[in-house]
């Protein structure tokens, strides 16, 4: 058994599987960052007549 005996060893599968997970994190991120939308496209002040009507 691998480790100094407080720690569970790690199987090889348990250590690919993490891998994969990490780069499969890394992918979704990636993907997010290129679909992002930039804030000053959806924060733009849009008249809204029927506010403007309450006001009078």
Same mark, same amino acid.
């Given at each position: ?7 569970? #060893? ?5 250590? @690919?599987? /993490?891998? %994969?997970?990490?780069? =499969?994190?890394?992918?979704?991120? #990636? ?5 992002? @939308?930039? /804030?000053? %496209?959806?924060?733009? =002040? ?11």
């Amino acid at each position: 058994m691998q480790g100094d005996g407080n720690e569970p #060893a790690v199987s090889r599968g348990e250590q @690919i599987q /993490a891998a %994969e997970r990490e780069a =499969a994190k890394q992918r979704l991120l #990636a993907q997010a960052q290129a679909d992002r @939308i930039p /804030a000053e %496209e959806t924060t733009r =002040a849009m008249p809204d007549r029927r506010w403007r009507r309450e006001q009078r």
